[in-house]
Nanobody, 126 residues
Framework: QLQLVESGGGLVQSGGSLRLSCAAS????????IGWFRQAPGKEREGVSC????????IYADSVKGRFTVSRDSAKNLLVLQMNNLKPEDTGHYYC???????????????????WGQGTQVTVSS
């Protein structure tokens, strides 16, 4: 059914880059808005971005604008989150999830998403 698998996390120094991937079917990316979220210990899940193919919009949290870019790799059925100029505040467990809608919402509210994967850990050292 609808399953998402995250990969690409790791340990990097402040200012470095990582590329995260969210794998799913072509159908999933054609019909559902897909969000990226992150969660640090003791904190609520925080919205990072949302990509919608059918809705035709892409959303970024203010905290990552200008540093993170989300794109679709249609050939490999991946949604890619390119993270540049990473900061220690970006540390967390990163997840992708489907909104159950063809449209992104600027609110990036985790409660509106489902089909969470296991996530991938991103650690940014000072």
């Amino acid at each position: 059914q609808l399953q998402l698998v995250e990969s690409g996390g790791g340990l990097v120094q402040s200012g470095g880059s990582l590329r995260l991937s969210c794998a799913a079917s072509r159908f999933t990316f054609d019909y559902y808005a897909i969000g990226w979220f992150r969660q640090a210990p003791g904190k609520e899940r925080e919205g990072v971005s949302c990509f919608s193919n059918r809705g035709g919009n892409t959303i970024y949290a203010d905290s990552v604008k200008g540093r993170f870019t989300v794109s679709r790799d249609s050939a490999k059925n991946l949604l890619v989150l390119q993270m540049n100029n990473l900061k220690p505040e970006d540390t967390g467990h990163y997840y992708c999830a489907a909104r159950g809608s063809s449209y992104c919402s600027a609110a990036l509210a985790a409660r509106e998403y489902h089909n969470w994967g296991q996530g991938t850990q991103v650690t940014v050292s000072s």
